[in-house]
């Protein structure tokens, strides 16, 4: 689907952003790794307290370590890059201190659309609220007692031919009633 005008080729962004677990051993850019984070960095969030902070890694020991850090992470083995994605507690409030996850998540599909955007692939593995995962991040990064892993993408350059798909189901949709 060939789309002409800006708002079309966004749609089209959306709409074909796909999990890639496969990468060649091509290295991500720093730039675009840079424009990654700016996007996640534009995201909305509640009250725009902006309660996240990214951990940006390239470096082999890295990698290696995220290919054990469970059982959905072998696409580790070939990524070349990787963002962990935190919140900071102390940019939260009180009665609205939950709504950093709604935030982290929102900040998180920026950035994968941003990579799709990149012609780049990436996968979101989830990290909170499972205790052993955060335990094991928060130590190999010695993380301060009020920074919280919430999600990791594995990036690079795709090396697979993954078949986008049409996610439509108009059976979810619900028209001004059940």
């Known amino acids: 689907m ?10 089209n962004n ?3 952003r796909r999990s890639v677990r496969k990468f060649t051993n091509e290295n991500v850019d720093e730039k675009d ?8 960095m534009s995201a909305p969030s ?5 309660p996240w902070e990214f951990i940006v890694f390239d470096e082999e ?17 070939t990524a ?18 939950e709504l950093w996850v709604q935030d982290c998540s929102a900040s998180i599909e920026n950035m994968l659309l941003a990579i799709e955007a990149l012609n780049l692939g990436g996968v979101w593995l989830g ?17 301060p007692e009020n920074i919280v892993p919430f999600g990791i993408i594995a990036l690079g350059h ?18 001004n009633k059940w």
């Open 127 to 143: 990290i909170y609220p499972i205790k052993h995962r955060c335990n094991k991040l928060i130590n190999y990064f010695k993380l």
């Open 14 to 16: 959306i709409l074909n």
């Open 33 to 40: 790794l840079e424009l990654i984070i700016k996007s996640g």
């Open 158 to 175: 795709p090396d697979d031919e993954n078949k986008k798909q049409d996610k439509w189901d108009e059976k979810k949709v619900h028209w």
């Open 46 to 50: 509640a009250l725009n307290l902006q």
């Open 80 to 97: 070349t890059a990787g963002i962990l994605i935190c919140g900071n507690m102390e940019k939260t409030i009180a009665e609205y201190r």
């Open 61 to 77: 020991e890295i990698l290696e370590f995220m290919v054990d850090l469970h059982d959905y992470s072998k696409m580790f083995k």
């Open 2 to 11: 060939i789309f002409m005008n800006d708002k079309e080729i966004i749609i």
